[in-house]
């Protein structure tokens, strides 16, 4: 499985972009994507998932901001980010797995699968 993420860049406060995480894998469906991220001298963290089923799950930091959807068609998951603030800046990373149950959704730990990672910066 090889994942790609794209569409981080340099946003002001406020603003609005866009990730993409694009799989190159057969049976995508199935899959759990996810998406974390890392700020520098911190631990990777939990964003947002989605699983098999379309079934969503975000980080409380991020509610109501975020949405996350999937295109099984084009193997791609998307990061819809809204409002973004200072401290939303970060090396973003999406993830995968097929067998990961809802309860590990949230630990990287759990992921057998990750992208090159996208950095989003956000100017106050």
């Known amino acids: 499985v090889q994942l790609q993420a794209s569409g981080g860049g340099l946003v002001q406060a406020g603003g609005s972009l866009r990730l993409s995480c694009e799989a190159s894998v057969d049976s995508f469906r199935s899959y759990v994507i996810s998406w974390f991220r890392q700020a520098p001298g911190k631990e990777r963290e939990f964003v947002s998932a989605i699983n098999r089923g379309s079934s969503t799950y975000y980080a409380d930091s991020v509610k109501g901001r975020f949405a996350i959807s999937r295109d099984n068609t084009k193997n791609t998951v998307y990061l819809q980010m809204n409002s973004l603030k200072p401290e939303d800046t970060a090396v973003y990373y999406c993830?995968?797995?097929?067998?990961?149950?809802?309860?590990?959704?949230?630990?990287?730990?759990?992921?057998?699968?990750w992208g090159q990672g996208t950095q989003v910066t956000v100017s106050s």
């Open positions: 993830a995968a797995d097929r067998q990961i149950i809802v309860s590990s959704y949230f630990s990287a730990v759990h992921y057998d699968y």
